[in-house]
């Protein structure tokens, strides 16, 4: 027999002091993100090709959707130029013998680029 407990303060209810904090933070945020950033857009996977998606960051925003295209010159917000350079593929290659105990490596390629104009 197992018994496993789960702590009850992890999955309480948040306090209003708590909410407060959230929504003081995410004021902050969205005030930060909303700077635009005039740049130029790179679709690494698909050169010459455009990338549709649909994105909304903060809860209660509306749901936007983009379709950007590669080598495009445009202004985006902050949040939005962190998205895009945060996108990866993830390719796992596998050892040639695996009853050896080795393990499979793991190797992170990004799919797209955004680098501000006055980074160049």
Not at 83 to 110: C, E, F, Q, W
């Amino acid at each position: 027999m197992q018994i496993i407990e789960i702590n009850k303060k992890k999955f309480a209810p948040a306090t209003p002091h708590q909410k407060a904090e959230v929504e003081e933070k995410i004021k902050k945020m969205r005030k930060e993100g909303e700077k635009l950033v005039k740049g130029m857009f790179e679709f690494v996977d698909a050169q010459g090709g455009w990338l549709d998606f649909s994105f909304r960051y903060f809860p209660g925003d509306p749901i936007q959707t983009i379709k950007i295209i590669h080598g495009e010159i445009c202004e985006i917000p902050t949040i939005l130029m962190k998205h895009l350079n945060n996108v990866y593929k993830k390719i796992r290659t596998m050892p040639d013998n695996l009853d050896a105990g080795k393990k499979g490596v793991v190797t992170k390629i990004s799919r797209t680029r955004f680098t501000p104009m006055d980074a160049m």
